[in-house]
Structures are given as structure tokens and as C-alpha cells.
């Protein structure tokens, strides 16, 4: 079965501050991919990341990076310099490599708070 | 360029209603999901299709039926709406079930049961 969990319900910053928001994923299988999704207070997801098992190379993207670790199942999100618009629910997510269906199994959200 | 509309976005019910969701992508995707999100919880899968005529069950499929008669339209169906399907509820569309292909969301319909 495949499990991910963001043990960060909430989280409150102030403009400017680093912040990492965590995501642990459980799984057999040996191929699959994580995703970061971004849902601002307007309600809809926008996908920001997509990696594969098999690419273990951070990733930077102007403010945001990923770090992902295979040896702790680990896929964690860091904001740079945090600004009010970065406020929202952020999702990781888990897709296997297969040929039955391209089920994303979610974690349950981190809420981040930015305040001016 | 749309990409994936849903309708209504808002909807009141009363227990044992029923209603249709539409979901309509215009990206020319094969395969076209339905998730519900609630507090907590993230996103659970719902139903599933792989192809125009074809549908599955997803991992909270009791309660609800769908049907995709057209590539480009998903519906969602709850025959008797119950409290406990009080959610948000997202479509999605891929190009692929291959992995490398991430799923765009659509806008999501609140649904209150009363």
C-alpha cells in the first residue's frame, strides 16, 4: 500500500522567512513519482513539480527547491524569502509507475500562513 | 484555452436529491478523474476513466456513479445524496496514465448536503 504523510498540519511565518514544508512517502514499489501541488485560498490546484524515483537531483525554481532523499523516503519543499502570496495548502502527492490506472495518492496538506 | 471546467461550482442539496457534476477538458486527455477533498484528508480518489465508454472504481467509489459518453466530458453522479458527501469535488485530466504525465485540476464544485 502506498502511504504519504505531511506531519505538518499548520504552519505561520512572517514575509521573508525560509520555510520547509516535509513530505514522507511509503512504498514498494521501485518506479513511481511525487508531485508538489499548490492550492491558493481561490481553491484550485496548481501542479508545481514533478520528480521520478530514479532522479535524486534538487531541484531550484526561482524561490521554491526540492529536496529529495530516497534513503529516508523524503520529498521536502523549501520556500525562500516566503511572501504573503505563497499562503495556501500545499499537497504532496504519489503516482506509481504502472500500467493499471494513474491513481495520485495524496497527503493530508500542510497549511501555509504568511503574514506580512 | 480552458483546460479542465467544472459545473456548477457551488451546490446545495437536500438528503436523498440527486445531481449531476460535469467535467469537460479540452486538452484532447484520455484519461479524466474524479477526487473529493475533505478537511484533513487530502484528496481521495473517486472514480476513474481510461477512455471514452470506459470507467473504474476509484478508492471511495460507494455513493456515486459516472459516466463518460464523450472523450472530452466526465460526469459525476450521486443518486441520493447523503450529509457525509458533503465535499469539494475536483476533476482531473491526463494526456496519459503514464507517470510522467501530471493530472490538471479543474476549479472543484462545493456540494453541501443538508
Known amino acids: 500500500a502506498q502511504k504519504v504523510t505531511q506531519a505538518q498540519t499548520e504552519i505561520s511565518v512572517v514575509e521573508k522567512e525560509d520555510v520547509t514544508l516535509d513530505c514522507v512517502y511509503e512504498t514498494r514499489d521501485t518506479t513511481y513519482y511525487l508531485f508538489w501541488y499548490k492550492q491558493p485560498p481561490s481553491g484550485e490546484l496548481v501542479f508545481l513539480i514533478r520528480r521520478n524515483s530514479f532522479d535524486e537531483q534538487n531541484e531550484i525554481s526561482g524561490r521554491y527547491s526540492w529536496n529529495f532523499q530516497k534513503s529516508t523516503s523524503s520529498f521536502n519543499f523549501t520556500i525562500t524569502a516566503s511572501q504573503v502570496v505563497d499562503s495556501a495548502v500545499y499537497f504532496c502527492a504519489l503516482k506509481r509507475e504502472s500500467t493499471s490506472y494513474g491513481k495520485l495518492t495524496f497527503g493530508q496538506g500542510t497549511i501555509l500562513t504568511v503574514h506580512p | 484555452n480552458a483546460g479542465v471546467t467544472q459545473t456548477p461550482k457551488f451546490r446545495v442539496l437536500k438528503t436523498g436529491q440527486s445531481m449531476t457534476l460535469l467535467c469537460a477538458q479540452d486538452m484532447n486527455h484520455e484519461y479524466m478523474y474524479w477526487y473529493r477533498q475533505d478537511p484533513g484528508m487530502g484528496l481521495r480518489l473517486i472514480h476513474y476513466?481510461?477512455?471514452?465508454?470506459?470507467?473504474a472504481k476509484g478508492e471511495v467509489p460507494d455513493g456515486y456513479n459516472v459516466s463518460r459518453l464523450k472523450k472530452q466530458n466526465f460526469l459525476l453522479g450521486l443518486e441520493s445524496a447523503a450529509p457525509s458527501q458533503t465535499s469539494v469535488y475536483f476533476c482531473a485530466s491526463s494526456y496519459s496514465m503514464g507517470s510522467s504525465y501530471e493530472q490538471y485540476f479543474g476549479p472543484g464544485t462545493r456540494l453541501t448536503v443538508t
Open positions: 476513466s481510461v477512455g471514452e465508454g470506459t470507467t
